[in-house]
Every structure is written in structure tokens, then in C-alpha cells.
Nanobody, 113 residues
Framework: QVQLVESGGGLVQEGGSLRLSCTVIGAHFNINTMAWYRQAPGKQLRMVASITHYNTTAYGDSMKDRFTITRDNAKNTAYLQMKNLKPDDTAMYLC???????WGQGTQVTVDS
């Protein structure tokens, strides 16, 4: 059974940084595309960033300046480094693996002004 285990969320002051982690269990991580999404209360789900097994990255609108996605195939883990966080970044951040299409339960990020 495929599982995605997310961690790293929390409460941070505006301007602070966080690094989210997503560890994959039970799937072929090193040949898979990984992605981070976020959903704020009352708003649509948005893609934050994705990374292929070739380390090709893509970012959602307005995400590239402050967010960086990376992966460590030896650890079956994808990361999302977030810097200069703003209150508008407050959301549940969810990790996704593409094959099979499985989502994690999410990790909450709250940015206090």
C-alpha cells in the first residue's frame, strides 16, 4: 500500500521559512513525479511545485520566487523549501505522487502577521 508521510508544517512569523518533507512508502519514488499543492480555507486547490525524476521542476503562478522543490531519491523524499512566508501562504500543503496517483493527508502551514 502506497503511503505519503508529510511533515514540517507549523506556525511561523511573516518573513520566516519552513521546509516541508514528503516521504513515500511503497511506490517507485525514483521514477516518479512528485508535487506539492496547497489549499487555503475557502479557496481552490493550487499546485505549488512539481519535480520529475529527471529533476525538472515546475511552479505554480507566483510560487517560483520564494518556493523551491527538491528531491532525495536515496531517502524517497521530496522537499518544499519556503522562504519569506506571508499570511497568504497559510494553507494545508499536500504532497502528491503521480504513479499511482496518491495524495498525502497534508501538513498545515500557518503564517502569522
Amino acid at each position: 500500500q502506497v503511503q505519503l508521510v508529510e511533515s514540517g508544517g507549523g506556525l511561523v512569523q511573516e518573513g520566516g521559512s519552513l521546509r516541508l518533507s514528503c516521504t513515500v512508502i511503497g511506490a517507485h519514488f525514483n521514477i516518479n513525479t512528485m508535487a506539492w499543492y496547497r489549499q487555503a480555507p475557502g479557496k481552490q486547490l493550487r499546485m505549488v511545485a512539481s519535480i520529475t525524476h529527471y529533476n525538472t521542476t515546475a511552479y505554480g503562478d507566483s510560487m517560483k520566487d520564494r518556493f523551491t522543490i527538491t528531491r532525495d531519491n536515496a531517502k524517497n523524499t521530496a522537499y518544499l523549501q519556503m522562504k519569506n512566508l506571508k499570511p497568504d501562504d497559510t494553507a494545508m500543503y499536500l504532497c502528491r505522487i503521480y504513479s499511482p496517483n496518491i495524495w498525502g493527508q497534508g501538513t498545515q502551514v500557518t503564517v502569522d502577521s
